[in-house]
Nanobody, 114 residues
Framework: QVQLVESGGGLVQPGGSLRLSCAAS????????MSWYRQAPGKERELVAV???????YYANSVKGRFTISRDNAKMTVALQMNSLKPEDTAVYYC????????WGQGTLVTVSS
């Protein structure tokens, strides 16, 4: 079955960096786009970044120039490098893929605070 497991969240000061990772299994990883979403307290889940099977990327305007999404098809992982973090980046970050169904990881909490 499809599994997505995120890691790498934590507490970081404003201006700092974190690298999130998502380990995937149970599907033909290299054939599908992978996405990162986030959900801040009291807000709806929002799309952060997408990387296609061919490596094309999309970023939400709020993170463009600060975040970088990448994938390693051999390791079946997708990463989100987050730089110049702001308090408004505080959220639970989720890994997502859409095959025949919509699959989500359990989420990893990122807290940006001094």
């Amino acid at each position: 079955q499809v599994q997505l497991v995120e890691s790498g969240g934590g507490l970081v000061q404003p201006g700092g960096s974190l690298r999130l990772s998502c380990a995937a299994s149970g599907f033909a990883f290299r054939s599908y786009s992978m996405s990162w979403y986030r959900q801040a307290p009291g807000k709806e889940r929002e799309l952060v970044a997408v990387i296609s099977s061919g490596g094309s990327t999309y970023y939400a305007n709020s993170v463009k120039g600060r975040f970088t999404i990448s994938r390693d098809n051999a390791k079946m992982t997708v990463a989100l490098q987050m730089n110049s973090l702001k308090p408004e980046d505080t959220a639970v970050y989720y890994c997502n893929t859409k095959t025949y169904l919509d699959y989500w990881g359990q989420g990893t909490l990122v807290t940006v605070s001094s």
